[in-house]
């Protein structure tokens, strides 16, 4: 989607809208805080980024959104992944880790199964 007429007469010099940054490139990196996190609700409570704003982003409704809120969702990836590394992922995100490396395996076999 565009940007509307008013948030481009708000574009700063760089480039950037003021405030507002693409949502559509951040939807697999809130999939993965959610899977590390194991809900959406302890993502929340992990990155302090609302949980309809969580699910929106991950389902790529959002055309748009607020830079501190990218930000937060940034942060607290990256500090999720330092977490894991230092204790272990999350049983349930481990498990689909696990589901996928299968998947992918059984791909490049050619089973198909």
């Known amino acids: 989607m ?3 007429a008013r948030q481009l007469r708000r574009q700063r010099a760089d480039g950037q809208l003021h405030g507002l940054v693409p ?3 951040l939807a697999p990196l809130v999939r993965e805080l959610v899977g590390r996190c194991g809900s959406t609700y302890r993502a929340w409570r992990y990155s302090g980024v609302s949980e309809p704003t969580l ?8 055309p748009f959104v607020q830079r501190r809120t990218a930000e937060a969702v940034l942060r607290a990836l990256v500090a999720r992944r330092r977490d894991d590394r230092a204790n272990g992922l999350h049983p349930a995100y481990l498990a ?3 589901a996928v490396a299968r998947v992918q ?3 490049e076999r050619g089973d198909g199964r």
């Open 2 to 4: 565009k940007p509307t």
């Open 23 to 25: 949502a559509l490139p």
């Open 55 to 62: 699910v929106s982003l991950s389902e790529r409704q959002r």
């Open 96 to 98: 689909h880790l696990r």
């Open 105 to 107: 395996e059984r791909m």
